[in-house]
Structure formats: structure tokens, C-alpha cells
């Protein structure tokens, strides 16, 4: 094969014109080839370039889309919040607002679909005195009574104009196990409740001085729930008395979006006067994991 090819080179190379035609072939071929070589590496170069820039916009595009789909289903909750709202004690509560109390952040309503997340497996009992520290314009409270809360209920608010709001429509449907603490909750005497919710109602130099005053004032256990938990976990994980029992991450239901950013809420447990909280056991907790 070799030798019938160097045979055929020989005879074809004796021509002038053939020798010409061959080496301009050649030289073509070999062009051409280290063409396709830089070619192929810049093309690839090129391709996987644009397949990036691709792959980055549609990433950008997939989150644009995600933002707008959870704020405007933020927006359709709110919506039906509000006319839940109305279902349940005759008033549109579904709102947001600057309060004039100093520490506070601003006022919103906790969704009706996280109330039901956050006390899926609580058990209340007639024992039970629940506190809304915080409570705006009643929206925990008139969820409780529609779930028939069997204990005392109290809401603290110190806004007057949203505090209102609650009285309103607290006067138009009585209830002798609801009262609204028009006041400071720096200044309340907490030693009553055993259940106790709040919903960031103000900085963590205010928070932290509601811990104080907690510890201070009570003499048996209490659970503690708290939405949007960023400073309130960061100050109880590993203080005296205090043990989380539950912590949860909290933003859409059923494909629509609660909040429009991820929110975690956390539920404590606190036992005064030193005692080790892992001894304390509450029947009415249920099935909550630890
Ligand atoms: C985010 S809203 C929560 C409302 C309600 N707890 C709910 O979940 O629907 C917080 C409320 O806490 C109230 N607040 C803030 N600082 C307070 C204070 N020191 N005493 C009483 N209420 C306060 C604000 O006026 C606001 O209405």
C-alpha cells in the first residue's frame, strides 16, 4: 500500500503541472485545516459565550418573573384577607400604615393563611389567656374567636388611630372574653397570659426590653409565638429559660404568596425563676415538633 503510493507520488511528481496542482493542493489542505482549527476554537469559544449570556438572561428572567408572580399573589391574598376580614368581624383590616409609637415598625395585619400555619397543631384550653402584643387593628383576635378560642383573648396596641379601628369593630360584635389594652407594651403587666403572640411590632432595642420585663413579671411557663423571627431567635437561642420548640419557614400556600420575601416564624417556650425548660412539658401544645 505504502509502496504503490510512493510509486504513484514519483510518477505524478515528474510532471511540472502535476507537481504545481499537487503542492497547491497541499498547501490549500493545510490552510484550510489550521483555518478549522482556529475557526472551530473561536466558533466554540463564541458559541458557549452566547449560551452563557442565554442561560444568565433567562435565569434573570425566570426570577423577574417568580418577583412579579409573588407580589401580585402577595396582593391577591391581601385582597381576600381583607374580605375575609369583613366575613369575620365587619371590617377591612387589610392594610398597611405608618404608626406614631416610637420603636414601632410600621402596621400590617399577620395573613389569615399564616395564623392557620403558625397554630396548625396548638391546642387551646380555658386556661389559656392569649396576648396579641401589638395587635393593630384586632385581625389575631377576630381569628381566634372565629376558632372559638376557649380562654381569655387581649390585644395591646398603642397607635390611637389603629387602636380604633379594633375598638370599632370590637363594639359591634361583643364579646366578654375579648378586651383591647389601649397602651404602651413597655408599660403592661404580663403575668396573666400563658399564650403570647407577636408579629415584629418593633426594633430589637424595644424587643429586648419586652424579654426583660417578660422574665421579670412571670411566675409560670408560657408559649411564645413570634412571626418574622430574625433578631427575637438570635436574642433567645441559648438564654435562661427560654427554648424553641418549633421553627418554621413561612411564604406561600396553595401556589400564592403569604409574603413576597421569606419570613420564618418561631414558637418558645419560657420557664421563670431558673427552672430548665426541657422539664417543663405543656399538654396543650400538641403535636408541635421540637
Ligand atoms: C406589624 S403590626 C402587627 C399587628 C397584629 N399583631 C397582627 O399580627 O395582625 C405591629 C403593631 O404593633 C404596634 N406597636 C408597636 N409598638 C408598640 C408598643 N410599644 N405598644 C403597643 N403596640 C405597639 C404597632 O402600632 C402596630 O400596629
Not at 387589610?94 to 399577620?110: C, D, F, H, Q, W
Not at 392569649?130 to 383576635?141: L, S
Not at 426583660?212 to 411566675?219: G, P, S
Request: with cysteine; glycine share 6%; hydrophobic share 40%.
Amino acid at each position: 500500500m505504502g509502496g504503490s503510493l510512493f510509486l504513484f507520488l514519483s510518477v505524478l511528481l515528474e510532471s511540472k503541472t502535476a507537481k504545481t496542482l499537487f503542492f497547491s493542493t497541499a498547501t490549500i489542505l493545510l490552510f484550510l485545516c489550521i483555518f478549522a482549527v482556529v475557526c472551530d476554537f473561536r466558533i466554540s469559544n463564541i458559541i458557549s459565550q452566547y449560551t452563557m449570556k442565554i442561560r444568565e438572561t433567562l435565569i434573570e428572567w425566570k426570577h423577574k418573573v417568580k418577583y412579579i408572580y409573588a407580589r401580585y399573589t402577595y396582593s391577591i391574598v391581601f385582597i381576600i384577607d381583607g374580605i375575609y376580614d369583613i366575613w369575620l368581624c365587619g371590617s377591612w383590616l387589610s392594610r398597611k400604615r405608618i404608626v406614631n409609637v416610637k420603636g414601632a415598625t410600621s402596621y400590617e395585619p399577620t395573613r389569615y393563611w399564616a395564623l392557620n400555619i403558625i397554630f396548625k397543631d396548638a391546642k387551646f384550653t380555658e386556661n389559656d389567656s392569649f396576648v396579641d402584643i401589638g395587635c393593630g387593628e384586632g385581625r389575631v383576635i377576630a381569628w381566634l374567636i372565629n376558632k372559638h378560642f376557649p380562654g381569655q383573648i387581649t390585644g395591646i396596641e398603642k397607635d390611637p388611630d389603629v387602636a380604633a379601628i379594633a375598638k370599632k369593630w370590637m363594639e359591634h360584635r361583643p364579646n366578654e372574653n375579648v378586651r383591647l389594652i389601649e397602651g404602651d407594651a413597655m408599660e403592661q403587666f404580663y403575668n396573666d397570659y400563658t399564650i403570647m403572640y407577636i408579629f415584629r411590632p418593633f426594633n430589637e432595642e424595644f424587643f429586648e426590653r419586652l424579654i426583660l420585663r417578660i422574665e421579670e413579671q412571670l411566675t409560670h411557663p408560657i408559649r411564645f409565638y413570634y412571626l418574622t423571627d430574625f433578631y427575637c431567635r438570635k436574642y433567645l437561642t441559648g438564654r435562661q429559660g427560654w427554648k424553641m420548640i418549633n421553627r418554621q419557614y413561612i411564604w406561600r400556600t396553595y401556589g400564592l404568596y403569604i409574603f413576597p420575601v421569606p419570613q420564618f416564624y418561631s414558637v418558645w417556650i419560657y420557664t421563670p425563676n431558673n427552672s430548665d425548660p426541657n422539664s417543663y412539658t405543656d399538654p396543650t401544645i400538641g403535636t408541635i415538633e421540637s
